[in-house]
Nanobody
Framework: QVQLVESGGGLVQAGGSLRLSCAAS????????MGWYRQAPGKQRELVAT???????NYADSVKGRFTVSRDNAKNTVALQMNSLKSEDTAVYYC?????????WGQGTQVTVSS
């Protein structure tokens, strides 16, 4: 069993920054892709950013140039640095990790951007 614990959400003014972190624990042999998703009220969950075990990254168009995803393979963690935040970034953010062939999700952390 693998558990993911997120931290770093909160309330920030538009233009500000936040850093989200997600740590995995449990029966971990290898983690393939790590990523962040978000879900705003009344909307479907959407991809924000992913990073492969080799360090290749992928971003949603809406966050390119503002968000940066990174990972620490030794610590089984993934982070999301969010800069120049906008009100439309308000959502619950979830981390996701693929451990061998199974996907695991964190419990979610609220990010609220006030305009």
């Amino acid at each position: 069993q693998v558990q993911l614990v997120e931290s770093g959400g909160g309330l920030v003014q538009a233009g500000g920054s936040l850093r989200l972190s997600c740590a995995a624990s449990g029966s971990i042999f290898s983690i393939n892709t790590m990523g962040w998703y978000r879900q705003a009220p009344g909307k479907q969950r959407e991809l924000v950013a992913t990073i492969t075990s080799g360090g290749n990254t992928n971003y949603a168009d809406s966050v390119k140039g503002r968000f940066t995803v990174s990972r620490d393979n030794a610590k089984n963690t993934v982070a999301l640095q969010m800069n120049s935040l906008k009100s439309e970034d308000t959502a619950v953010y979830y981390c996701r990790m693929r451990v061998t062939t199974l996907d695991y999700w964190g419990q979610g952390t609220q990010v609220t951007v006030s305009s």
